[in-house]
């Protein structure tokens, strides 16, 4: 996964295209465009103004309380809805009882179990393709599945294409942000 870094009063967020250059381009984020941030998610995270999710190495989760104190940017939790979203791709078995806990938290942020059908057919190969290489069994979440859309962690023929990207990851942000914005509605792709 590629971290964004903390740099004064800005952050510097690395390009999905980043794995394939020995310099990785950035993207440069002011204080000023980040809505909240969670350094006790894991891994710790900001979320723009623009709704997207920008990761931090766990070591940085005090550099990153500081930087939120200092632009005043508030300290939120919010749902792990990729997580919930993801659970049945882990490389461990999941129990009935699981899985009713994973339906009922995801109906909390508006996902029926048609959507979270649809989701989940729309992401699971990609992401079994991705933990096949991982065999993780503790945690998939967003961080894993913009990894695996991006990245050398799947095959070529489970990628998302930097041409589908953009959407790819626009849909999986909203997705993110359900039972935390007001009034946010589940994305179609």
């Given at each position: 996964m590629l971290h964004s870094v903390l740099a004064g009063d800005r952050i510097l967020r690395p390009t999905p295209d980043a794995r394939s250059g020995a310099a990785a381009?950035?993207?440069?984020?002011?204080?000023?465009?980040?809505?909240?941030?969670?350094?006790?998610?894991?891994?710790?995270?900001?979320?723009?103004?623009?709704?997207?999710?920008?990761f931090f190495p766990a070591d940085r989760k005090n550099e990153l309380e500081g930087f939120c104190r200092s632009h005043g940017i508030p300290l939120v939790s919010r749902p792990d809805v990729w997580g919930d979203l993801l659970e049945p791709f882990l490389d461990t078995e999941f129990t009935p009882r699981r899985r009713a806990a994973t339906a009922?938290?995801?109906?909390?942020?508006?996902?029926?179990?048609?959507?979270?059908?649809?989701?989940r057919a729309e992401v699971g190969p990609l992401m079994l393709a991705y933990n096949s290489l991982h065999g993780d069994w503790f945690h998939l979440g967003l961080p894993d599945l913009r990894d695996a859309a991006t990245g050398g962690s799947t095959t070529e023929r489970y990628r998302i294409g930097p041409d589908r990207f953009p959407a790819f990851q626009a849909w999986a942000m909203a997705i993110a942000d359900l039972g935390h914005v007001p009034g946010a509605a589940v994305p179609v792709r």
């Open positions: 381009p950035v993207d440069v984020v002011p204080a000023a465009a980040v809505r909240d941030a969670d350094p006790t998610a894991t891994p710790p995270e900001v979320r723009t103004v623009a709704g997207e999710t920008l009922q938290a995801l109906a909390r942020v508006g996902l029926d179990e048609a959507a979270v059908a649809d989701i």
